[in-house]
């Protein structure tokens, strides 16, 4: 092409020259120029490849140059020239094939063609096609003339399972349509269900039934004197008789005097101390002079005592005793109405107490309802992680410390409209333990919270729902949820040895005492710091009906002093209080066990005597043991592997040391 040119032109006739050589001819095929082969280098040529993976056209390629393009060949900087099509311009046509051998032989014969049979038939979602052929965007590194072709084959498809063919005569039917009436009926149900809750009884009214008096007896007719037949001289005889004299009082026995039962007073005629029926010569026993009668509290104060140190008398019994009181009513009534199903406070004061008219039985279905549903908090307790609560926090988690506890009674007390106060103060509950010998008395401080409501008659009543629901074992953080009525049942004073208010006009004592000093709430019923008091097991006690106040002695510490005589005993939280009825059944028989060096296995046991209502044991000083040994109180539950309930005391002290038995603590002391 060089040899074309003719020479001596400018460069840019040159280059005019050289473009219009170019015109229809692809970049690959264009003949270099060879006398400037720096400018025009010969490109190099391409190998074609096949079945290239197919790229992204839009996507950015590190190959690519300037402005996402491709790369070109490139000599020294310089792009091959364009292809430039002029219009009008008539290309060469192609040229002309090679004429075609003439060949003698015969065509060679198709083979034979399968039969349509043995094609499957396929679904519409597939074809049948041999040969599918795609061509692929700019592969990376190329000008845009590579193709890449991919074949699918029949065989293939093989192992794809497809749908069964569409039958639409085998569809089922389709449901009647609802009318216009229904649709609007469902709507109104669904709009009815979306209701909030609306207050409603779940049980009736519980009725107190009340016993007719029975009919009054008869009047008894006057009393006929027999008439007898008398004869004619008597009756002469007969009425020179005295008048009837009314029969003599029989003689009292000296037993009857004394023995702390109660005198029954006697009308006397003034300044002699003579009965007025008493009257000398009318054949009547001469008169005893009452005003010698000897002073019964004096006698008293002779006899000698079975403790030589002093003890705390016994609390009076409660007139209003609340102890041996049905509360089976409103306990059962309480347990139906689980938390989670409770929408508001208003909703369920309204519930709890709509049975009961007494305000007592109201505040015990509260009380009774808090131990089912609330649970104490231990976790936060023991991580020192306790927040200030409020009552409808209390309902909606379920958990709760004695202050969430009050205030949750407080307010479902207010809504039902009975009077009650959250009392903070002191509490000798979970922590705490008694002052050792010499260690001083601490600042008053406040621990815990309980309520004090107003019940029947307008009494104040002080109670402790979270000790009523159940207790707590730092030790291993754990909660035991376990019913405790008697923080609702226990009087005042009784309530006031575990619980110090810091308002010290919230004791409500019945003893005519306003209240107590912080010295003597912190020593105890011992008095003093160099004595601790006995170890009573209250689980025990509650479940049996023993008072935990009336175990004697009262001290932890038993002094081993020679000729003394120790009297054990206890006795029933009340006089009305019936094992049967108000506990799990007839008493068991209890025990005493103490060191004795010449019994078997170093153990003696003694069963206490019992009226039903008390227990006692008198024992020698000096059989207890020696210092540092313990003397127990048990219960005999089992004999022989049966219940011990109603075994009398003959019968469990012939049992003892022949049949097994199996015992539960009640108390415990030490002898020093």
């Keep these: 092409m060089a040899a074309d040119l003719p020479q001596g032109q400018s460069i840019q006739a040159r ?26 280098p010969l490109p190099v040529p391409r190998r074609q490849t096949a079945n290239l993976p197919a790229t992204l056209s839009n996507g950015h390629d590190v190959n690519n140059g300037i402005g996402n393009e491709p790369n070109g060949i490139r000599q020294n900087g310089v792009l091959p020239p364009p292809t430039i099509n002029r219009t009008g311009e008539k290309k060469a046509p192609p040229p002309a094939l090679p004429p075609r051998k003439q060949s003698s032989q015969p065509s060679p014969a198709l083979p034979p063609r399968r039969p349509s049979d043995s094609l499957q038939r396929r679904g519409s979602a597939a074809s049948i096609s041999s040969t599918v052929s795609s061509i692929s965007v700019v592969s990376v590194g190329t000008n845009g003339t590579a193709r890449t072709t991919a074949s ?44 909030g809750l609306t207050p409603t009884k779940s049980t009736p ?7 007719a008096a029975p009919p009054s007896l008869p009047s008894r007719p006057p009393q006929r004197t027999p008439q007898t037949p008398m004869r004619k001289d008597a009756s002469d005889a007969a009425k020179k008789l ?66 030589s140190y002093p003890q705390p008398p016994f609390q009076p019994v409660s007139a209003a005793c609340l102890t041996c009181r049905d509360f089976s009513a409103p306990d059962n009534h309480a347990a139906k109405f689980p938390r989670e199903t409770v929408p508001s406070i208003d909703w369920l004061a309204s519930q709890l107490i709509s ?53 949750l009674f407080t307010a479902i007390a ?44 307008g009494e104040w009543k002080l109670i402790d729902a979270c000790w009523g629901a159940g207790h707590v074992c730092i030790r291993e953080q754990q909660y035991t949820k376990k019913f405790a009525p008697r923080f609702f049942t226990m009087g005042n004073n009784e ?137 127990d109180l048990y219960t005999v539950t089992t ?8 075994m009398d005391v003959e019968e469990c002290r012939r049992a003892m040391g022949r049949k097994a038995m199996s015992f539960e603590g009640l108390a415990q002391w030490e002898l020093v």
């Design 15 to 40: 280059i005019a020259a050289l473009n219009l050589g170019h015109v229809g001819r692809a970049p690959i095929t264009a003949t270099p120029i060879e006398d400037e082969p720096a400018l025009r």
């Design 355 to 407: 049975p009961f008219t007494s305000p007592t039985d109201q505040a015990r279905a509260i009380f009774t309802w808090l131990h089912h549903n609330i649970a104490y908090d231990i976790v936060s307790f023991c991580n020192n992680a306790v927040k200030p609560s409020t009552p409808a926090n209390t309902l909606g988690t379920g958990l709760a410390v004695c202050e969430g506890y009050a205030g």
């Design 205 to 211: 009214n519980v009725t107190t039934v009340e016993v």
């Design 414 to 457: 207010s809504k039902a409209g009975l009077e009650s106060l959250v009392v903070s103060g002191h509490g000798k509950g979970a922590g705490f333990s008694p002052l050792q010998p010499g260690q001083p008395i601490p600042a008053e401080y406040s621990t815990h919270a309980w309520n004090a409501v107003k019940i029947d008659d």
């Design 152 to 195: 699918r084959t029949p065989s293939m498809d093989a192992g794809r399972k497809l749908a069964p063919v569409f039958d639409q005569a085998t569809l089922p039917p389709l449901p009647p349509k609802r009318t216009p009436e229904q649709v609007e009926k469902r709507y109104q149900d669904i709009e009815r269900s979306r209701m």
């Design 639 to 646: 004999v022989d592997g049966r219940s011990a309930r109603g």
């Design 495 to 631: 309530f006031g040895l575990r619980h110090f208010p810091t308002n010290k006009s919230l004791f409500y004592r019945t003893d005519g005492r306003a209240q107590i000093p912080w010295e003597e709430y912190i020593l105890g019923p011992q008095g003093s710091s160099a004595a601790l008091p006995v170890t009573v097991y209250p689980g025990v006690a509650e479940d049996e009906g023993i008072a935990e106040t009336s175990v004697r002695p009262s001290k932890f510490h038993i002094p081993t002093l020679p000729h003394m005589i120790i009297q054990f005993r206890f006795r029933k939280v009340c006089e009305h209080w019936d094992p049967v009825r108000n506990g799990p059944g007839r008493p068991y028989p209890y025990i005493l066990r103490i060191h004795n060096p010449d019994a078997r296995n170093g153990n003696e046991y003694k069963v206490l005597d019992t009226d039903g209502k008390s227990w006692w044991l008198d024992v020698e000083n000096r059989l207890l043991g020696q210092k540092g040994d313990s003397v």
């Design 242 to 307: 005295p008048p009837e004299q009314a029969p003599a009082m029989p003689v009292r026995s000296a037993l009857s005097f004394g023995m702390n039962k109660p005198q029954e007073p006697c009308a006397t005629n003034g300044a002699n101390g003579l009965t007025a029926s008493a009257r000398p010569g009318n054949g009547a026993p001469p008169p005893i002079p009452v005003s010698s009668k000897p002073d019964l509290s004096s006698i008293q104060t002779t006899k000698p005592k079975p403790d």
